[in-house]
Structures are given as C-alpha cells and as structure tokens.
C-alpha cells in the first residue's frame, strides 16, 4: 500500500508527543503532509476539542456551546460530521504515501487505506481483549457488537487523501469522559447509536500500553514492522537529568572546546556601541562562547524585550526575576545600532515573555519594522519563543524576517526535564507555521544531556518533516552547578556526521560543532539556504 518510491519508505517514525493543542497538532499534520515524504505516524491526546469537516450540520448536532464546557471548535479540512477529542483518547494521525490505486500516477485507493485503518483499529482492540469488535454496514469508524441491535462505536476515523500522501486519522477511547459526546453533541452525526470506550467495557489498560500495541500494529501493517519510535517522556521526572544527579561527567573539558577569546578593537567597538544604546546581547547574558569571534566581525545578537525571562530552562544562564514592562524606545535604539555598525546581516533573540499578552511578538515586530527604515538592505533573523503557540506568531510571520528560528533545543524524550514550560510538539507547529507563511525556518538543539545518536537523528527527521531549513547543532556546557548537568562530551566528528545526515535529509544547511550555538555563521547559512533555493527553482 505504501509508495516505495519515498525518502524513508521502509520505515513507519512513530511518535508519541503528549497532550498536544489540535491547532498545534494541524500545523505539524500540514507541514509533514505537504513538505515530506516521511513515513509518519504521530500518537498523542488532544484538550478538549469538537472538530468538524465542511460538509457537519452544526446545527443539528452541536448541543451546547463550546466555550462554556471547556472546548474549542475547529473547522478541518476532513470527511464527515461534527466528533470529540480529549483526555484519554488516543489519537493517531498517519501521514504516509500509498501507492497509486492504477499504476504510476494514478489515485492513490482510498477505500483500501481506509480499510487498512480500520483493521488497524480492530487488530489493537483484539489485542486487548476485545472480542466482539468489528465494521457496521452504513456507518464508518470501529464498533463494539456491530451485529447486535445495540452496537456501540468506540473508534471514530476521518481521513484525507490527496496526491498520494495521507492526514487525519483516527480516534479511539480509551477512558473518554464520555459525557462530551453524549451531552454535549450528536458525535458523527449518528444520534441513533451510542459511543463507548474501553475502560466502560471494563478493559482497564493505561493510555501507554495502547500505543504500544498501536504502534507495533501499525508498523508490521505498513513498513513491514520496521519502525522507529520516540516518545516525549511518559513521566515528567527523571532522575538521570536533575540539577544535582549523581551523573556527573569526570573528565576535564575537551580542548575543543575550549574558546580563545581574543578582546581586539573591534571587539571593544562593539561593545561600546551596545552600552551607548543600552541594548542586551544574548552573546552576553548567555555567556556564549563564540562572543569574541563574532564581535570582532561587528556582529552581534541583540536581545529585546529585557534580560529576565518569564521560563527557568534547565539549561539556560538567563536572568529568571519577574520581567520589566518593555521599553517603548528599544525598537529604536536596536535600529541605530544595526545602522551604526552598518550590519548586513543582524540578529534578533528574545527572553520568553509569558507575562504578555502576545508573548512579545508586537515588540520584535516593530524592531524589525525600525531596522528596515534606517536599513533596507539588512537581513534580519529572528530566534523567538513559542508565544505558548497563539495566533500571536503571525504578528511576527506578517513582517517576514529573513529567518524565522525557533530553536527546539533537545531530543523529544528530555524535553519535560531539559525545558518543561516549552515542548517537542509545540516548536514544531511553531516551525510548520512559520514555513506555511512562506519564511525560510530555522531551528537547533543541543548534545551533550544524554540523548543516543538515534534520538538525534529522529529529530533531524521530524525537523526536516516540517519543512526546516536551516539547523544549529552545538555542545551543551553547563552555566553553572544550579544547572543541568553535562552527561558527556560530544566529539567532533559526531557534529560532522550528523550535518551529513541533516542535510541528505533535504535540509539546506547544517551548522554544527560542539562551539556552534544558534546565531553562530547566521548570515552565511542564510545566505547558502536562500542560493540553494534560488538554484533549485531556477533548474
């Protein structure tokens, strides 16, 4: 059933990504559909959503008002009526290329594939004790006794099939809060049939264990049972990564990684500038090593919206008291700065503001609208926070930088511990949204917390899945004894191995060594990606 034509056909990426928001979930679908051929299957939950395709009759089967039982409502590009998502259901979105239903170039069959979800639904439910599970004549999804006079769904499926590739999914209760499909809609569209879920037919099994059994399932019936699986981490705690674990790393710090600051003129010109106009650089506040490097070649990342961040990453040297008000006057000052240092290239970081409404997206907005009128021809890279996911971002993505980046900082399974405000699914819509926006997106993260080699190449897939660009991949170093500790040094051949793997990925340019951090060779990663595309479209 699958094209065996894809980058990565033989293999089924599977991920578990948590409790994930449906617009964030949507965003990453997109992207991996539209931007990949990437064999993927992404497990999650979803909060308390009511989704509906273009053909629902709200009116009929919308009972309630959303807002006032603690849901949203979303309009999907998808078959069929009105249906719920929440807290333990599974859900499971298959993003994969099928075959063409008549030879090469043809439709792919949709009617099989769905078939083929279905008794994926059904071979899991078997599984787990279920027996009188099945398909009911005239009615999609998965059943419970189809062949009595009281059937029962328990799976709901709606999928989209275009150009061969697949979205959508299906959704299965495990142990729903049932109350949202039986009070508050006519979930379907089927009013004359009721829903169930497992823990109702008495089967007690934990949300893990289903995805589990759905994962393996769903590799043996589409990749020939190869797969590769990630999870972010089931349990927020882990020992292994808290400040203060016995993993300590022994030996002394490499010689690679080793900086040599040198304080020259133009290192000093720099400075004297940023201190003239009051402005912060992350250079500093995160005591980067790479800051006389760059200084001396009259660069510099200047960070907005102050120097106390609203998040307390383990990793991160940022000042984490409670935040100023911003300064009306930053924007102007970052302007004259770029224009009396003549940047042609200039860089754009922010501290986190969750105190703000819009995250601060406005702020950075404006800095760039400043930078353009004293400076047209200066390109501006922007590293941003996730705005916690709101439609804030597009407030950015409406001033088009030059290099949206949001950096996704470690492997998905160290993300509760290495920074438990932000998440895995988060900054990949964050980046799947940037690139629908049509920005060159930008993203990197860190070795060196105790992530494994498939780890990080799995998140070089699901990086280059969404469409990214650019990468950043550089050494952890520990700011202090109150942060994360190393787990280990990273060679340098490590980094080259994995810009190789990066970029045979169809990522246009990775920068990465264990003294690369992510401002680092801005300017001439942007400028390759921007000639790469340049020379693709023109060919």
């Known amino acids: 059933m699958l094209r065996e034509d894809t980058q990565v056909a033989t293999k089924l990426n599977v991920r578990w990504l948590g409790k994930v928001p449906y617009r964030e979930a949507l965003a990453i679908q997109n992207a991996m559909f539209s931007q990949s051929s990437s064999q993927h299957l992404l497990l999650l939950e979803h909060p308390h959503v009511f989704t509906y395709g273009p053909s629902a009759d709200l009116e009929t089967n919308l009972k309630c008002d959303p807002k006032q039982v603690g849901a949203e409502l979303v309009k999907v590009n998808r078959g069929g009526d009105i249906t719920y998502h929440g807290p333990g259901q599974l859900i499971a979105y298959p993003i994969l290329s099928l075959e063409a239903k008549h030879g090469v170039g043809g439709p792919a069959d949709m009617q099989a594939y769905v078939c083929s979800v279905e008794q ?105 049972g190869v797969i590769d699986r990630h999870d972010v981490a089931w349990v927020p705690l882990n020992e292994d990564l808290n400040t203060g674990s016995n993993i300590q790393i022994t030996e002394r710090k490499p010689e690679w990684l080793r900086p040599h600051v040198t304080l020259g003129a133009e290192v000093l010109a720099t400075k004297k500038t940023l201190r003239d106009l009051n402005l912060v650089t992350v250079c500093e506040e995160a005591g980067c090593p790479n800051l006389s490097e760059c200084w001396a070649d009259g660069t510099a990342t200047m960070m907005v919206l102050g120097e106390r961040c609203t998040r307390a990453c383990g990793f991160c040297l940022i000042d984490t008291r409670k935040p100023l008000a911003p300064d009306s006057n930053e924007p102007l000052r970052v302007a004259q700065a770029v224009l009396k240092m003549k940047l042609e290239y200039a860089v754009l970081t922010m501290v986190a503001r969750d105190d703000l409404a819009d995250g601060g997206m406005s702020h950075v907005a404006q800095c760039i609208r400043e930078i353009r009128k004293v400076s047209p021809d200066t390109k501006v890279e922007t590293l941003i926070s996730d705005a916690k996911g709101t439609d804030a971002l597009q407030v950015l993505f409406n001033e088009r930088p030059d290099v949206l980046n949001h950096n996704i900082e470690t492997v998905a399974r160290l993300q509760r511990q290495v920074r438990p405000s932000a998440g895995y699914a988060r900054s990949l819509s964050v980046l ?108």
Not at 169 to 193: K, Q, W
Not at 206 to 221: E, G, I, M, N
Not at 439 to 449: C, I, N, Q, Y
Not at 468 to 488: A, D, K
Request: with cysteine; net charge positive.
């Open 120 to 224: 994926l639904v059904i071979d899991t439910l078997l599984e787990l004790g279920v027996t009188n599970v099945g398909r009911f004549d005239g009615y999609p999804g998965v059943w419970i006794d189809p062949k009595s006079k009281f059937p029962k769904k328990i799976c709901a499926i709606g999928v989209r099939v275009s150009r061969g590739r697949t979205m959508h999914g299906f959704a299965l209760n495990v142990s729903t809060d049932l109350r949202y499909m039986r009070d508050h809609i006519v979930p379907c569209g089927i009013a004359e049939y009721p829903v169930t879920s497992l823990a109702e037919l008495g089967i007690n099994v934990s949300l893990q264990h289903v995805v589990d059994v759905v994962a393996k399932l769903a590799a043996k019936r589409w990749t020939n």
């Open 432 to 539: 799947a949204r940037a690139r629908a926006a049509g920005l060159v997106t930008k993203s990197g993260f860190m070795l060196g917390l105790g992530e494994s080699k498939d780890e990080v190449e799995a998140t070089l897939i699901d990086l280059a899945s969404v469409g990214v660009q650019i990468v950043t991949i550089g050494q952890y170093l520990r700011p202090s004894v109150e942060h994360l500790p190393v787990v280990r040094w990273a060679d340098p051949t490590e980094f080259s191995t994995y810009a190789e793997f990066g970029e045979k990925l169809g990522i246009k340019h990775v920068e990465a060594s264990p003294l690369t951090r992510s401002s680092y060779h801005a300017k001439r990663a942007a400028e390759q990606t921007v000639s790469v595309e340049l020379v693709s479209i023109r060919s």
